[in-house]
């Protein structure tokens, strides 16, 4: 009898065990990472002008700190050239951050990154 | 069938009573000292050869003494020879409890006997006084059932190298003295040998994965599954089978089992990880092990 349960303990354990599929960051696509994006591709560079920029993480990372940076203008909320939010909005499988970046009277490309973690991605936009 | 190295020492025993007048204590067996006056017996081990020693110098008259033995205890089941002691000159008499006497190798714990003990004179008559019927269950503790290890293993999906500590849960209590190269039954090699374990691994050795391993608990990751003990040493494995196997092989384990971990996740943007599993294989020993090292094996003691 005991030799039976131990054989069925035994075969139980061969049927549940089995390798988990490790984790591979290559193998994450684009729409599960952070992503960064703006409401206009080109900006006036009369130091007024302004876009909104939003920082989309998945759903799963919850409710986290991305960090927006720019190497023109200035964002609204901090009035600097970078600033923190929360990504504070939840819709469908994914949660927003978003601030407004005013232009300067500079002209070109410029740079805007949405950091969290040690994720991390940008986008660009053209002051004229 | 019991082993040569017994038969061996029976005769040596047999000799050595003869000709010399003093008992001699075989090795590695456990003596169970016999008061014919007091009509006792100390305890019994399970598991592990033994022998019946005591001094006749208070029962006078003893010269001859037969031991018998029956599974249970009352009046049911058949008396089987044991061994018939004769009475030195230094008033000591001594006998083997041999392999195979019941049909198992040794007395099962948590098992009933009954030892019968006739005491006879020179003339061969019986004497009441110094004989006894003895029942007896081997008794076991509950840590008889665990044992504690240590071990490394590897997974091989995160080709993982781990070091762990476990609890073995076994199916029968476990005599640590039993010399499983004596234990000839299948089945009691089996329950033995197989133990299921759980346990913890605070370390991680090496791994290659993408994203690190990650403990599950504060204390380490999880694992459990099944052991078996001694799997190079015993009567089934030509190798070792001196004192030099028995001290090394037989506190040694083979376990296959579940080791359950953590991995950070790979979206960096999510900072949970991910609860992973894989099945592994590793070689431990037993915390008893630590005895074998003198000194230095106090710093393994748990």
């Known amino acids: 009898m005991m030799s039976r349960l131990i054989v069925a303990i035994t075969i139980c354990l061969c049927l549940v065990s089995g390798c988990s599929k ?3 960051p290559d193998a994450i696509n684009n729409d599960a990472k952070i992503q960064v994006t703006t409401s206009r591709a080109t900006l006036l560079s009369n130091a007024s002008d302004t876009t909104l920029v939003i920082a989309r993480v998945p759903a799963d990372a919850g409710v986290v700190d991305v960090t927006f940076s720019t190497t023109n203008g200035k964002f609204i909320q901090s009035a600097d050239k970078s600033v923190k939010q929360q990504t504070d909005s939840l819709s469908a499988n994914y949660r927003y951050a978003r601030v407004i970046l005013r232009s300067d009277t500079s002209k070109g490309t410029v740079y805007i990154t949405a950091e969290s973690g040690t994720a991390r991605n940008r986008t660009t936009i053209t002051f004229n | 069938m019991p ?4 038969i061996i020492a029976s005769v040596l025993l047999f000799i050595c009573l003869r000709n ?5 204590a075989p090795a590695l067996a456990t003596p169970v000292t016999v008061d014919l006056v007091k009509q006792t017996l100390t305890d019994i081990p399970f598991d592990k050869p033994f022998y019946f020693l005591g ?7 003893v010269q001859t003494i037969i031991f018998e033995i029956k599974r249970g205890r009352g009046s049911k089941g058949v008396y089987i020879p044991i061994g018939t002691s004769t009475v030195r000159g230094s008033q000591q008499f001594i006998c083997l409890f041999l392999h195979g006497t019941l049909g198992i190798d040794f007395l099962l714990p948590d098992h009933e006997y ?15 006084d110094y004989s006894f019927e003895y029942g007896l ?6 840590g008889d059932h665990t044992k504690l290890d240590f071990g490394i293993g590897w997974a091989p999906s995160p080709n993982a190298l781990f070091g762990y500590t476990s609890v073995n849960i076994y199916f029968t209590p476990i005599n640590d003295e039993t010399n499983l190269k004596e234990i000839q039954s299948l089945s009691r090699n089996l329950f033995l040998r197989t133990s299921l374990f759980m346990g913890i691994s605070p370390i991680l050795f090496s791994s290659d994965t993408k994203q690190p391993i990650k403990n599950k608990y504060g204390a380490g990751n999880f694992v459990f599954g099944i052991g078996i003990r001694s799997p190079f040493y015993g009567r089934y494995t030509p190798w070792f089978r001196g004192k030099v196997g028995q001290k090394l092989l037989q506190p040694m384990r083979i376990s296959i089992g579940e080791f359950l971990y953590k991995q950070a996740n790979a979206n960096s943007v999510i900072n949970a990880d991910v609860n992973k599993h894989s099945p592994f294989v590793a070689i431990t020993y037993d ?12 710093i393994f003691s748990p």
């Not at chain 2, 001094?55 to 008259?61: C, E, F, K």
């Not at chain 2, 915390?287 to 106090?298: D, E, H, M, Y």
């Open chain 1, 22 to 24: 490790l984790e591979d």
């Open chain 2, 3 to 6: 082993g040569w190295k017994f």
């Open chain 2, 20 to 24: 010399s007048g003093q008992p001699v």
């Open chain 2, 55 to 61: 001094d006749a110098t208070n029962a006078v008259g």
């Open chain 2, 114 to 128: 009954t030892i019968r003990i006739t005491s006879q004179n020179a003339a061969g008559a019986n004497l009441p």
């Open chain 2, 137 to 142: 269950l081997i008794t076991s503790k509950f």
């Open chain 2, 287 to 298: 915390w008893n092990i630590a005895t074998l090292l003198g000194p230095v094996g106090k």
